[in-house]
């Protein structure tokens, strides 16, 4: 089983700075993190940014210049620093792992299809 749990959400105004961690454990050969979405209260989750083994990342166009993604493939653990913060922002976020690609034969055989997984969610409160 694959277990990630986020950390470092709480309550910021507006202009202030959050870094959020993701932290994977269990059976993690095969997965890798990925990414951090978003839900805001009555709004659909989105992709606010992720970054693949290299380190190229990509940003939702709102968080461009505010936020950086970053993660230590050795510890398995993926992060975002928030920068002048915005109420928008406010929302639950999410951390996001998958499968690696290429796969080997040995995670083909234990991933035969693609899978997400998911963290519960750390909330980010941003106050005027």
């Known amino acids: 089983q694959v277990r990630l749990v986020e950390s470092g959400g709480g309550l910021v105004q507006a202009g202030g700075s959050l870094r959020l961690s993701c932290a994977a454990s269990g059976d993690t050969n095969c997965i890798s993190v990925r990414g951090w979405y978003r839900q805001a209260p009555g709004k659909e989750r989105e992709l606010v940014a992720d970054i693949d083994s290299s380190g190229s990342a990509k940003y939702e166009d709102s968080v461009k210049g505010r936020f950086t993604v970053s993660r230590d493939n050795a510890l398995n653990m993926l992060y975002l620093q928030m920068n002048s913060l915005k109420p928008e922002d406010t929302a639950v976020y999410y951390c996001?792992?998958?499968?690696?690609?290429?796969?080997?034969?040995?995670?083909?055989?234990?991933?035969?299809?693609?899978?997400?997984?998911w963290g519960k969610g750390t909330l980010v409160t941003v106050s005027s």
């Open positions: 996001q792992a998958a499968v690696d690609e290429p796969r080997s034969s040995f995670c083909k055989a234990q991933y035969p299809y693609a899978m997400d997984y």
